[in-house]
């Protein structure tokens, strides 16, 4: 896991050819710099998205055409990482505070849509680009009327059969005339059918107000009694106690009068419908709804029946008793909840006979980690693996609380995403760079990924990282587990993948003995990446896993201490 | 539900000879029993979507006063399945259609039923409401704000009766909290916990978030299978090739469809809390979420998310795994706490109670509402409303940041992108 191989690399080639690449702080080409934010996604919080993408957009346009020019068709692959990736700049590109990078991201996109030649992956951006384009988003206008338009319309719909064409002919009345429809919404309380009348009396609360009540009051009588209950509600509804009389008046009226006129006196809440509703309890026919009214009224009950009331709002107060019935959805829930459960299944970690006769000892036995030490975060046990969420750094790494010498290491591990990046430091104190202050890292690397494409050769999994490169295997398929086997004894380290060996060297040899510059410098002509290792011949130190970014997992993790032989 | 009430007779003034001689079918039992209601004193419904709830009791329900007369799925298999399970449970085999717009012209049919994915609610429900249909839709009322905005125009210019699914505010336990709603918005009326309140929403009061609801980014196409029309189970939204992860069920797991566990049981929790805080008629002012990057097709899970109104009421939402430690009190108020089961740091808490009056529940039967054309107790306007909260969590998700929204205009401020989520375009030719 290096991500200083490019500079090197460049910074040499520059040199030799007198130009200069874009940089950042850290001397990363733009590829890099995209290269490492996917190794990150994604990200897991507000602070590391900040810092993430901030160097992407700071990049664009160039940023933008190297993740989008690694969109594949979408049957052929994974998007999944240039996805997040994209998405995540647009998201950090509209935010207010960050309007001065907003220009060159759209330019990237505005090629990267005119190069698209995947249907899918296009829509994708336009759908991305969409977001970050407020000056063509549509204005939020209000509709103009068009009086004479509504007026024919009205005329058409009003002598509709349809009860909603007719509530529909109201609506675009009330919006040409406003309150000078008063006289077609009276006539409309007429209307045998009660959404029109609802609708009229809504649109008489919008556009008129409390004088349209006294005007319906005048025409009551003339009215159904269905119509008569509509008027009743709007009083009570918006309020109207300069109408209680009507109200009042109809309490004892049969059916749907009498009952709407309870509400509504309930609504109103003055001390003359308190009077009347308490009045009522009396009466056998109406005691229970009356009852009912004084329970959710809002305004003082007379004293005389208050307990009675109390007792009636002490009923409401209960409790459940016992559990409720599983519903319906909860059913379907939990057949789904069962089979997302039985795509994980916890993994086996155990010695073979073998391994046990030879003395190996299990360091992961599937649950506890009491054998390792540092980045217990970054770095935790999930369905019997040792699942790994931790990003770069020397504070992020997991190591061996014991020390070894010469030793067999032996892991599983499964790529579980594109481009996943970690490694193993042999004979390495804690808290360094293991690739230099230990003895060396091994590998692991995920070099089938598109984003490695221009990849060095001592950079492919396995590698003894910058001093003997590996030979290049192909990675089982994403979610699949691997095994590996690091043997070391004294300067000779033997690395095998999957029963095949990829290194077989002795380190000393391969940097003739030099792992530092003979003159001092920072410049090593002996090593393959021409950095100092001043940890190549550590007698002993911890093994250990050196994180960058979520994707990755181990099991089987056992080691045979040979010094012990 | 007065099974033994006659119901009101809808009839239409110069249309009722036409409606009589329209077929509607005769059954000679309902419901297994003796009592015979004529088809002319029945409502009637169809049902667009016989998929896993589509089929469960919600829509597939026993009321002899509403019959299931059509059912419409996209998936041959789920059609049949719905066709059967009418004759099964009611002895009528239902009319059955493929396309959706069929049903919403079916003059035979007064209910319509909306059982999708949230992706087609608002354009089901405004068609609906413009073929004169009233209207029982599933939740998430509607995937974006603007659907529904746009619904609730619909729904009002043709005085429809709409009634979303969701049901807490007036009955059943309120899932694990151990209470139902009433004494809760008793206690608030009442003042006894002071004000501003803040709620909290989380698996350690009894709420579970179903993270189970999440995406996956590695999807590769499939083959369409022959009994689904996938172009129409699409509909408005983006072509994407075809893998089963993305319908039936899981398409829960897609921003395109729906938005995972939160869209999924956000009403349900939320709408009574809209409804004790006497919120219905605004929206929070802000909101805050703490989760990981989301991917732009895969929903993922979440760390927390915040609401925050004007007056400073807040809701807290704490994902499955991010649950605050120990007891924790589901409302809090500056002068008290009420934790899960109804314990309470107040002492007199009964007493209090007692003395407050009982909040005003009416309209909770939607075939009444129906037929004496009243709101429903949890209409258009109301559910508007709580699906907004849902919608602007998911928007804040999908931007990863804090969002400040503004009640009166009903768009956020300050962030183009944000109410770039609010209106989406929609595929093709579909449109309100």
Known sequence: MKKHYIYIVLAVLCLAAGISNAQDARHRTVTTIVADALAQMPVQNEADFTA????????????????????RPAKDTCNALMEYAIAGLVRYATRPENAKCLSAVKEGFVKAITNAND???????????????????????????????NLTKYAQLIKSPKDNERCQALWLLAEAEGAKCEPELLKALSDPSGACRANALIIASQYIGESFAAKAATKFNKLTNDAKADVLNYIGENGIASQQGLVLKNLKAKGKLGATAIEAASKLATPSCATALASLLKNKDLKDKALEALACFHGTI??????????????????????????????????????AKKEVKTEVNALTDEEKEQGFELLFDGTSMDKWTGNLIGYTPVDGTIYVSAKYGNESNLYTKKEYRDFIFRFEFCFMKEGVNNGVGVRTPMGVDAAYDGMCEVQILDHDAPIYKDLREYQVHGSVYGVIPAKRIVHKPLGQWECEEIRVQGDHITVTVNGEVIVDGNIREACQGHNVAPDGSDENPYTVDHRNHPGMFNERGHIGFLGHGEGVKF???????LEKK | MDKSRRSFIKKSAAGVAVATILPRKVFGKMGGDNNFIAPSDQLTRGIIGTGGIGRSSTHYYDDPRCRLVAVCDVDSDHLRKGIDLCKEKYGNTPQSYTDWRDLVADPNVDIVHIATPPHWHGLMAAAAANAGKDIWCEKPMTRTIGEGKKVVEAVKRNARMFRLNTWFRFTDTFYGLGTTVLPLKKLVDSGALGWPLTVRISGANGFAWKFFWTGKTNLKPEPVPECLDYDMWLGPAPYKPYNPHRVHQTFRGYWDYDGGGLADMGQHYLDPVQYILGKDDTFPVKVEVDAPQQHPDAVGTWRSITYTYEDGCKIILEGEGFESEGKVPYLEGPNGKLYKGFECTIPNVAEILNDTPDP???????????????????????????????????????????????PKTQRFTGDEAANLLIDQPMRGDWKF
């Open chain 1, 119 to 149: 249907i899918y992956n296009l829509q994708f951006l336009t759908s991305q680009y969409r977001l970050l384009c407020p000056e063509n988003s549509p204005a939020v206008s209000e509709k103009a009327v068009n009086v004479q338009e």
């Open chain 1, 52 to 71: 993430e993408f901030k160097d992407l957009a700071d990049s664009a346009p160039e940023s933008v055409a190297i993740l989008t020019g690694m969109l």
């Open chain 2, 360 to 406: 005003v529940i009416r309209n909770t039967d939607f075939i009444e509402c129906v037929l004496q054309r009243k709101h429903f107790a949890l209409d258009e306007n109301i559910g508007f409303h709580s699906s907004t909260i849902v919608n602007m969590g998911v928007c804040a998700l999908r931007l990863g940041r804090t969002l400040n929204f503004d």
């Open chain 1, 302 to 339: 007379p004293e005389s029946i208050a307990s009675v009331v109390k007792g009636r709002r002490a009923e409401s107060f209960k409790l459940p008793e016992g559990d409720n019935e599983e519903k319906e959805y909860d059913k379907i829930y939990a057949k789904a909840a069962e089979a």
């Open chain 1, 555 to 561: 099991k089987n993790i056992r080691v045979l201490d």
